[in-house]
């Protein structure tokens, strides 16, 4: 609440003191310390280990521009792109930080970029085919889902579709085995799309297949209230999963040295939106 004005030397003045000296001071304001919390709104969240052409991928689709370079963590803030699939029909997409195994433990960028991608309806697991350093796609995969089920198992369960990128830089003839040995590990049923973010390849029919299932899942809870309240409490249920790990991992990290603290993770964060 705002502090009492206070009286000047006008409100005394009267028919027998035309110059009043007289006044009243006012009150101060209360003050209070606020915290905001900032959480990007998007239809479609990008996640996967740095390096696996998440940024690539949103400069391909929409209008932004977010820094691509050829090494880790070139994104060091979410990105929200607007996706055009046609004149009157766009989808919001937002590309966070890239994950490492032991984010959910602080390593890395953390997780403080993780609490984003629980507003997201669909999420789209971008795996790299071809990783520079001979690793198993199926490695990399299985690491974020288990960052994922330790930050919160509602968001890991949450609808992910499963982007196999850089196809063009696999040797021909490896791809399918690849395909193959990388579902079976995730036991994978869901959505599986190819594509090379760098020459837009497969994006189109990917845009067009998320904007389709967008569509489908708003009409969906327009149409019965029961399915609009099982995604409210969904993401109720997210958010407090991801707010109860953050409150763990600070916890843990004022219980270390002060000399140990001093890359603890922060949540001033920006975020660059593009239309």
Request: hydrophobic share 40%; with cysteine; proline share 5%.
């Amino acid at each position: 609440q705002g502090g009492w004005h206070g009286l000047g030397n006008a409100r005394y003045k009267s028919s027998t003191n035309r110059a009043p000296r007289q006044t009243s001071p006012g009150t101060e304001g209360e003050q209070r310390a606020l915290k905001l919390e900032l959480k990007v709104l998007a239809d479609v969240g990008l996640l996967g280990l740095p390096n696996a052409g998440k940024s690539t991928l949103i400069r391909a689709v929409s209008a932004a521009r977010p820094k691509v370079a050829d090494y880790p963590f070139t994104t060091l803030v979410p990105n929200l792109g607007v996706v055009k699939v046609d004149a009157h029909r766009s989808f919001v997409v937002a590309d966070i930080p890239g994950l490492i195994e032991g984010a959910s433990d602080g390593a890395g960028l953390g997780i403080r970029f993780l609490k984003h991608l629980t507003r997201n309806r669909i999420l789209l697991h971008l795996v790299d085919m071809a990783p520079v350093d001979g690793s198993e796609p199926a490695d990399a995969a299985l690491a974020i889902v288990r960052e994922l089920e330790r930050f919160s198992p509602t968001l890991a369960g949450r609808q992910r579709w499963l982007i196999l990128n850089k196809v063009d830089l696999v040797p021909e003839g490896e791809l399918a085995p690849r395909r193959a040995a990388l579902l079976e590990a995730l036991a994978w049923e869901g959505p599986v799309y190819e594509t090379a973010a760098i020459s837009a390849e497969g994006t189109r029919r990917l845009c067009q297949d998320l904007m389709v299932s967008l569509e489908e899942q708003k009409a969906l809870e327009l149409a019965d209230p029961d399915v609009a309240q099982a995604e409210a409490e969904q993401q109720a249920l997210m958010q407090q999963e991801a707010r109860d790990r953050i409150e763990a991992l600070r916890a843990r990290h004022r219980r270390r040295p002060e000399d140990d603290a001093s890359d603890d993770d922060s949540d001033d964060v920006e975020v660059e939106y593009v239309h």
